[in-house]
Every structure is written in C-alpha cells, then in structure tokens.
T-cell receptor, first 114, second 116 residues
Framework: AQSVTQPDIHITVSEGASLELRCNYS??????LFWYVQSPGQGLQLLLK??????LVQGIKGFEAEFKRSQSSFNLRKPSVHWSDAAEYFC????????????FGAGTTVTVRA | DTGVSQDPRHKITKRGQNVTFRCDPI?????LYWYRQTLGQGPEFLTY????????KSRLLSDRFSAERPKGSFSTLEIQRTEQGDSAMYLC??????????????FGEGSWLTVV
C-alpha cells in the first residue's frame, strides 16, 4: 500500500528566507508524486508533480521539488518565501499516471513572519 | 467559472439527518473523484467515477454513504443517518482520462459538513 509521511507538522519561516518541506513516501513501484497547497477553507491547488524524467521538478509560484529514489523522498523547496505562501502543504503519492486515487500526507502548515 | 463547483459550501446538520452534496466537474472531464478531509489531516480517497460508472470505492465509504453520477456529468454524495464523525470537508475533483500521461486533476473548494 502507498503512504506518505510529512515529518513536520508546522514550520515558521521569515519572509524572504528559504523554505524546505519534507516528504517521504512508501510505495513499491514507480511513484507518481505531487505537492498541493491549501489556503484556509479552500480546495487544493497543484504546485507540481513528478511522473518521470528529470528528478528536479519546477512548479508554480517559484516552488521546486526533488525526487530522490534512494531516500524515498520528494522534498519541496522555495528559495525566498513571500507572506502569501502561508498555507498548508500536502504531499501525495499516486499508484500510476493518470490514476488519482491519491494518498496524502497529514500536511505541513507554513507560517510566514514579517 | 469553469472550475469544479461544489454545493453547498457549508452544511450544518443534526445527527441522524441525511445530507447530500453536489459536484459539477469541469466540462468534458470524464473522471470524477470524491475525497474526505478531516481537520488536521490530508484528504482521503473515497470513490471515483469514469463517466457514469463508479469504478472504485474506499473501505472508508460505509453503507451510509452513496455516490452517483447518473449522466456522467454532475455527481452527488449522500450521507444517511449522519454521525458526528462524518464532520469533515468533502472534496470533489475531476480530470480527463486519456492516454496522455500527466493530466492535471482539478479540485473544487469543498463542502464543509458539521454534524451537531
């Protein structure tokens, strides 16, 4: 069975500082990996996804993530955070391309301080 | 608005009552998914449809839950005899099932259910 662990429940970062959110997955086959962002009371917005190819994936809003098979990780990074990046971030894994029976992590809440 | 639309956005109901949520996917999206998200947790897969066929149901979907997509367009999720543990946000999402790898799935803004 597929599963996702996001070790950090809450991260506080200063505006302009870098951000890294950790994600570890468990899945026997080739994983299809996603990062989503959710603002309070809202649905999910896709930041980026990894299906194959280059292990460094660029997404929207200046985010990127790196797939490391040896570490079963797919960490999300942003070089310089903006106050608008305050939100909850979810990592998810899917069983195959175009199959969206996703397993989500519990999420990491990001607070941005001025 | 051409996004995934969910209605109602918020629902407060008494325990034991039935509730129904509606999801209108993006036009021509043939796959539709339902997820449930409780406070402090990530979404959990409930069920999905391809056109009007319900292809899979999670074991989270108890007998009190039923989902339909009668004409392959909008979908409804009904919860009968609601319990306090049903309090959650119910998310709908849609995508196109094609042979192209990497189609994007689009989520609605969710329907919040509070059972009192």
């Amino acid at each position: 069975a597929q599963s996702v662990t996001q070790p950090d429940i809450h991260i506080t970062v200063s505006e302009g500082a870098s951000l890294e959110l950790r994600c570890n997955y468990s899945y026997g086959a080739t994983p299809y990996l996603f990062w989503y962002v959710q603002s309070p009371g809202q649905g999910l917005q896709l930041l980026l996804k990894y299906f194959s190819g280059d292990t460094l994936v660029q997404g929207i809003k200046g985010f990127e993530a790196e797939f490391k098979r040896s570490q079963s990780s797919f960490n999300l990074r942003k070089p310089s955070v903006h106050w608008s990046d305050a939100a909850e971030y979810f990592c998810a894994v899917g069983p195959r391309a175009n199959d969206y029976k996703l397993s989500f992590g519990a999420g990491t809440t990001v607070t941005v301080r001025a | 608005d051409t996004g995934v639309s969910q209605d109602p956005r918020h629902k407060i109901t008494k325990r034991g009552q039935n509730v129904t949520f509606r999801c209108d996917p993006i036009s021509e999206h043939n796959r539709l998914y339902w997820y449930r998200q409780t406070l402090g947790q990530g979404p959990e897969f409930l069920t999905y449809f391809q056109n009007e066929a319900q292809l899979e149901k999670s074991r989270l979907l108890s007998d009190r839950f039923s989902a339909e997509r009668p004409k392959g367009s909008f979908s409804t999720l009904e919860i009968q005899r609601t319990e306090q543990g049903d309090s959650a946000m119910y998310l709908c999402a849609s995508t196109v099932r094609t042979g192209i790898v990497g189609n994007t799935i689009y989520f609605g803004e969710g329907s919040w259910l509070t059972v009192v």
